[in-house]
């Protein structure tokens, strides 16, 4: 498990945009993280965190996936390759997280073609889902 | 599952899922080409025919199939 | 919680189809700049998302949760560098209340940087 600033060995986003704070680890084809969510917040606002956090928390989980996978494949010295959203389809947020709650994510790989990986994402707090979407994650080399 | 109904399953789901009429979906036709596929698109189709058929293709060997009767005996060789 | 911050809004035209387009512009010193990526600033596809809803929210005169995202395809990188000037084109039907259809998109200059259909409702 690594935790606050051992999470930017798998990430390259850096303060105010990082929204993974727990990395729980990666299986071959999945990956799980968690972020408290605190009122300082970028994307937070009166006591809740809006949907842009909370797909980029999604988002940070696919990319920390994939640094670990990086990490396996160039050795544990590599540094995190720079990623972007390439395409979200059927996003639901069924309810914004409240400053306090814990969103744990869990993301699953379905296909990866190069350096393009499509992954479903199921994020909760506590046992109630929050919220699902499938993410297509696109990477430098 | 004979040759035939991979045919027919492949053609119909592309149609469906990348709307192109099927009868644009030939043997020789180029894949990327006929559904419109960008980089970021490959991995739909590699999702698609992997949820269909039940397998799993890397991308490294989705990267030799071309056209669409490559992608045929692909799978074929797969499910075999 | 992006306008006038992240971004601001500079004008509005609407077009006869029902169409408004947003000339926006981005803050390329925010400090979101600073972490998405350090060194190598991009718009973040989740600020990309922010604009045109806060484009969304100027127009209808409320503030909205988009709860479902049928499909957001980026398809450029934004760079407050490079592209500081957009225009976001939204097309929202109001009719459900609850429903609302959002469909929009980001470009300039003939670039589409990215699209989105979604459906929304007022908070």
Redesign the interface.
């Given at each position: 498990m690594l935790q606050g600033e051992e999470i930017k060995q798998l990430i390259p986003q850096r303060e105010p945009i990082m929204m993974i704070d727990t990395f729980y680890g990666a299986s071959e084809t999945a990956g799980k993280s968690a972020l408290t969510v605190l009122a300082a917040n970028v994307f937070c606002e009166n006591g809740q965190l809006r949907e842009m956090g909370v797909i980029e928390h999604i988002a940070q989980t696919s990319a920390a996936y994939n640094g670990v996978k990086n990490k396996q494949n160039n050795g544990e010295d590599s540094k995190p390759k720079l990623g972007y959203i390439g395409e979200i389809k059927k996003c639901q947020i069924v309810r914004l997280p409240r400053v306090g709650e814990q969103l744990v994510t869990e993301v699953v790989v379905t296909a990866q073609v190069m350096n393009v990986t499509l992954m479903e994402a199921t994020t909760k707090v506590g046992d109630e889902t929050i919220a699902t979407c499938q993410i297509k994650l696109f990477e430098e080399d | 599952m004979t040759k035939e109904e991979i045919i027919s399953k492949v053609n119909a789901l592309l149609a469906e899922e990348f709307e192109v009429e099927e009868e644009v979906i030939t043997p020789d036709a180029n894949i990327k080409k006929t559904l419109e596929l960008d980089?970021?698109s490959?991995?739909?189709l590699?999702?698609l025919i992997?949820?269909e058929f039940g397998i799993k293709?890397?991308?490294a060997e989705?990267?030799k199939v071309l056209t669409f009767g490559e992608l045929y005996d692909f799978i074929a060789g797969k499910i075999a | 919680m992006l306008k006038d911050d992240f971004f601001t809004i500079k004008g509005k035209e609407s077009s006869g189809d029902g169409q408004v387009t947003y000339h926006v512009e981005l803050n390329a010193d925010h400090a979101i700049f600073k972490g998405h990526f350090p060194g190598n600033p991009i718009s973040p596809g989740v600020c990309n998302i922010g604009m045109i809803k806060a484009c969304a929210e100027e127009e209808i005169g409320a503030s909205l949760f988009i709860g479902n995202m049928k499909q957001v395809k980026f398809s450029h990188l934004i760079t407050p560098t490079e592209n500081k000037e957009l225009d976001i084109e939204l097309k929202i039907d109001a009719t459900d209340s609850e429903a609302i259809k959002l469909v929009a998109a980001i470009v300039k200059d003939g670039t589409k940087f990215m699209d989105i259909k979604a459906e929304a409702r007022k908070e």
């Open positions: - | 980089s970021l490959l991995v739909d590699v999702a992997d949820g293709t890397n991308g989705m990267s | -």
